[in-house]
T-cell receptor, first 116, second 113 residues
Framework: DGGITQSPKYLFRKEGQNVTLSCEQN?????MYWYRQDPGQGLRLIYY???????QKGDIAEGYSVSREKKESFPLTVTSAQKNPTAFYLC???????????????FGAGTRLSVL | LAKTTQPISMDSYEGQEVNITCSHN???????ITWYQQFPSQGPRFIIQ???TKVTNEVASLFIPADRKSSTLSLPRVSLSDTAVYYC??????????????FGKGTKLSVIP
């Protein structure tokens, strides 16, 4: 069963705490992405990675960090520097080499993060 | 990156055809037009993409005029389960075979029984 798995589905963060959101894909995609969605809004790009051990900042990277040690995994850490972390976080992946699919991103089910 | 403009909301009765038009005036030569559907508390789902003219798949059609400054998503005979937010995106080429998507607020489609 191929796809993108995000965990946990719900996450709560205490003041001053770092939390890590997991994203795993078994689609053999090279590129992976993290988005943030606030209520009633579209998605905003946080970070993206086109290849292992390399990643780029998106539009709202401040207060977030990522790593890409394996092709299948792209975890997102929400640091204590992110003062308004409450949002719906979505992970996506895409193929770079498949000509028919190179500009299509496939999304996980999301993680909803709330601050206690 | 090309920005898109689409209606904030639309209502339709069940069984009718729905057309959602999107404008993307500064689309670049290498960019594709892509539409996604999102249900509450779920990730967006790819519907259809196109470069020019008309594209049709099992769920929708996409009409793109020659100047590519706008596009229209057509959903035939909508049902209640089509109630969702629909995003029109320009997939902009960002190098190394990768494309970036810029999401606006989308069009909230409500299907009425």
């Amino acid at each position: 069963d191929g796809g993108i798995t995000q965990s946990p589905k719900y996450l709560f963060r205490k003041e001053g705490q770092n939390v890590t959101l997991s994203c795993e894909q078994n689609l053999n995609h090279d590129a992976m992405y993290w988005y943030r969605q606030d209520p009633g809004q579209g998605l905003r790009l946080i970070y993206y990675s086109q290849i292992v051990n390399d990643f780029q900042k998106g539009d709202i990277a401040e207060g977030y960090s990522v790593s890409r040690e394996k092709k299948e995994s792209f975890p997102l850490t929400v640091t204590s520097a992110q003062k308004n972390p409450t949002a719906f976080y979505l992970c996506a992946s895409s193929s770079i080499t498949d000509v028919a699919e190179k500009n299509i991103q496939y999304f996980g089910a999301g993680t909803r993060l709330s601050v206690l | 990156l090309a920005k898109t403009t689409q209606p904030i909301s639309m209502d339709s009765y069940e069984g009718q055809e729905v057309n959602i038009t999107c404008s993307h005036n500064n689309i670049a030569t290498n960019d594709y037009i892509t539409w996604y559907q999102q249900f509450p508390s779920q990730g967006p789902r790819f519907i259809i993409q196109g470069y020019k003219t008309k594209v049709t798949n099992e769920v929708a059609s996409l009409f793109i005029p020659a100047d590519r400054k706008s596009s229209t998503l057509s959903l035939p005979r909508v049902s209640l389960s089509d109630t969702a937010v629909y995003y029109c995106l320009v997939a902009a080429y960002s190098g190394a075979g990768s494309y970036q998507l810029t999401f606006g607020k989308g069009t909230k489609l409500s299907v009425i029984p």
